[in-house]
């Protein structure tokens, strides 16, 4: 199963090289986003700070940009019709991990949580997790449109990854209720690595979807 290694839009080169793009601006906002949460935990909300998310925000924006022509194209141009409503699917739960990146970023700048230095440390890893799970997502939807054949190495990582995740997050959590920090400081610190953490559950349910919908592209 899964040996088709042909270019899904082999006769569509515009329209794949959208997709890629945006597969691209998924990585990005990925990289990003670990820069951004690694200047907080060191400076607050800083210069640097408002700069990186002045940045994940264009990154959101020019993806969402591109869905919008990509869905335009697949709609008006006819391109794929069996795969159409597939593919439409796929990029807009690509676009939900996008904009969980920017959602989370913001809240961040909002908030300006207060974390213990002591958990730095632990956060940033959650985040680079999440960060990781994203990516091997992204990785694993661009070879469903290049190369069937590494949708299931790359969705076998982001399975384990969120599990590594759901492992982090859990202790963290447990960590935090358990110190001597003021209840509020412990609920905003937890619903904060809730929001860090349900990165990688979307990740996880985009890949249910898409080994769904390899397994149908390869019959």
């Known amino acids: 199963m899964f040996h088709i290694?042909?270019?899904?839009?082999?006769?569509?080169?515009?329209?794949?090289n959208k997709i890629d793009l945006f597969?691209?601006?998924?990585?990005?906002?990925?990289m990003t986003f670990k820069k951004v949460i690694q200047?907080?935990?060191?400076?607050g909300r800083s210069n640097d700070f408002r700069k990186t998310s002045k940045q994940i925000k264009q990154i959101e924006h020019d993806a969402d940009n591109l869905r919008r022509e990509i869905e335009n194209r697949l709609y008006t141009q006819n391109l794929i019709p069996d795969l159409r409503a597939d593919v439409l699917h796929l990029v807009e739960n690509l676009d939900k991990v996008i904009n969980k990146f920017d959602e989370v970023t913001y809240k961040f700048?909002?908030?300006r949580p207060e974390i213990p230095q002591e958990y730095h440390s632990r956060i940033f890893e959650?985040?680079?997790l999440t960060a990781s799970c994203a990516e091997n997502m992204a990785k694993a939807s661009r070879a469903f449109f290049r190369d069937l054949s590494s949708v299931r190495d790359y969705s076998q990582k982001v399975y384990f990854i969120e599990h590594e995740s759901d492992l982090s997050s859990g202790r963290l959590r447990e960590n935090i209720f358990d110190?001597?920090?003021?209840?509020a400081n412990k609920i905003q610190i937890s619903n904060f690595i809730n929001e860090i953490a349900d990165i990688a559950d979307i990740a996880e349910d985009?890949?249910?979807?898409?080994?769904i919908f390899t397994i149908k592209r390869d019959i």
């Open 39 to 43: 200047i907080y935990l060191s400076e």
């Open 179 to 183: 110190s001597d920090l003021p209840l």
């Open 206 to 211: 985009f890949i249910d979807e898409l080994l």
């Open 109 to 111: 700048f909002i908030e």
């Open 23 to 30: 597969h691209d601006k998924l990585l990005d906002i990925s």
């Open 126 to 128: 959650l985040c680079d």
């Open 5 to 16: 290694s042909v270019s899904l839009f082999a006769q569509t080169r515009t329209l794949e």
